[in-house]
């Protein structure tokens, strides 16, 4: 079946410090691959999206790149800020329309 | 436009009892889909449905259960609750147009507490 393997935290970061959060899946057929935040007592938000291989999702200074040969799309952004404090999750969508999560990534900015 | 709307937002019920939860699509998503999100398992699919069929199904009991009715709003029920069903219910719509593999949008969750 579908599966992530998603780097588990905690990670605790300074303010303005670089952030890599890694991501590699299965999935049936030619998945999409987004990225979800989760804010404390809050649903999920959908932070990014790829479609295609090669294509990079971005959105508020997050950038993540659909990697077809290795099976990954590691999240990325340059300057943390506290308010970016949240849990962080991938998920590829098969082709057969099911969205599969990683144990989600518990990130931590201080000031 | 509205997000997807999810109710009620908080819920106790006791050990045996059954429970129904409720989740309003944005408006023209025709896929909805439910997860039960707890600390020790994280995020696990539950089912998805598409035009009132349900196309994907997790890896959970029979007293798991759920419908989507012709307006796309869907509903999910647990029978028989058990302590450990205590978990964030979260529902997600998407358009999937034909081919598409279009992103899903959350909501807020259901908080059901079994005590």
């Known amino acids: 079946g579908d599966s992530v393997t998603q780097m588990e935290g905690p990670v605790t970061l300074s303010e303005e410090a670089f952030l890599t959060i890694n991501c590699t899946y299965t999935?049936?057929?030619?998945?999409?691959l987004f990225w979800y935040v989760q804010y404390p007592g809050e649903g999920l938000q959908l932070l990014l999206k790829?479609?295609?291989?090669?294509d990079k999702g971005s959105n508020k200074g997050f950038e993540a790149t659909y990697r077809k040969e290795t099976t990954s799309f590691h999240l990325e952004k340059g300057s943390v800020q506290v308010s970016d404090s949240a849990v962080y999750f991938c998920a590829p969508r098969s082709s057969n329309y099911k969205l599969t999560f990683g144990k989600g990534t518990l990130l931590t900015v201080n000031p | 436009k509205a997000g997807v709307t999810q109710t009620p937002r908080y819920l106790i019920k006791t050990r045996g009892q059954q429970v129904t939860l409720s989740c309003s699509p944005i408006s023209g998503h025709r896929s909805v889909s439910w997860y039960q999100q707890t600390p020790g398992q994280g995020l696990q699919f539950l089912f998805e449905?598409?035009?009132?069929?349900?196309?994907n199904k997790g890896n959970f009991p029979g007293r798991f259960s759920g419908r989507q009715f012709s307006n796309s709003r869907s509903e999910m029920n647990v029978s028989t609750l058990e302590l450990g069903d205590s978990a964030l219910y979260l529902c997600?719509?998407?358009?999937?147009?034909?081919?598409?593999?279009?992103?899903?949008?959350f909501g807020q969750g259901t908080r059901l507490t079994v005590v």
């Open positions: 999935a049936t057929g030619y998945p999409s």
């Open positions: 449905y598409f035009s009132e069929t349900q196309r």
């Open positions: 790829a479609t295609k291989a090669d």
């Open positions: 997600a719509s998407s358009l999937d147009l034909p081919g598409v593999n279009t992103e899903a949008f």
